[in-house]
C-alpha cells in the first residue's frame, strides 16, 4: 500500500497559477499510476488528471485541458499538478490518488489509496 499527502493549495484570483503536490510513501512509487481529483461543495468527486507509472501516459478531464498539466517525479516520490488559468470553477477539494493497475481510470472507484485532499479557492 501506499501513503499519499497533498499540499500547495490556497486562495488565487482567477488568472492565476497554482502548483499542487503530492507526497508518496509505503510502497515503491513508480509500481502506481496516480491522479487527481476533485470536489466542489456540493458535488460529486470528479476526476482531474491521471499518469502512468512511469509518466508515459496522461489524462485529463476536457474542463481542464490545456490549463492543468500532471506529471511526477519518481526519484522524489511526488506528482505535481500544474494548474494555470484557474478559473472560480475550479474550486474544489483537490485530492491525490493511486492505483497499482495500468489503466488510468476516470471513475473515482477505480483507484486505490486517497490522500487527504488540499483546498484550492479561486476568487473571481
Known amino acids: 500500500q501506499v501513503q499519499l499527502v497533498e499540499s500547495g493549495g490556497g486562495l488565487v484570483q482567477a488568472g492565476d497559477s497554482l502548483r499542487l503536490s503530492c507526497a508518496a510513501s509505503?510502497?515503491?512509487?513508480?509500481?502506481?499510476?496516480m491522479g487527481w481529483f476533485r470536489q466542489a461543495p456540493g458535488k460529486e468527486r470528479e476526476f482531474v488528471a491521471a499518469i502512468s507509472r512511469t509518466g508515459g501516459r496522461t489524462d485529463y478531464a476536457d474542463s481542464v485541458k490545456g490549463r492543468f498539466t500532471i506529471s511526477r517525479d519518481n526519484a522524489k516520490n511526488t506528482v505535481y499538478l500544474q494548474m494555470n488559468s484557474l478559473k472560480p470553477e475550479d474550486t474544489a477539494v483537490y485530492y491525490c490518488?493511486?492505483?497499482?493497475?495500468?489503466?488510468?481510470?476516470?471513475?473515482?472507484?477505480?483507484?486505490?489509496?486517497w490522500g487527504q485532499g488540499t483546498r484550492v479557492t479561486v476568487s473571481s
Open positions: 490518488t493511486a492505483t497499482g493497475t495500468v489503466l488510468l481510470p476516470t471513475v473515482s472507484r477505480r483507484w486505490d489509496y
Open positions: 509505503g510502497r515503491p512509487f513508480s509500481n502506481y499510476a
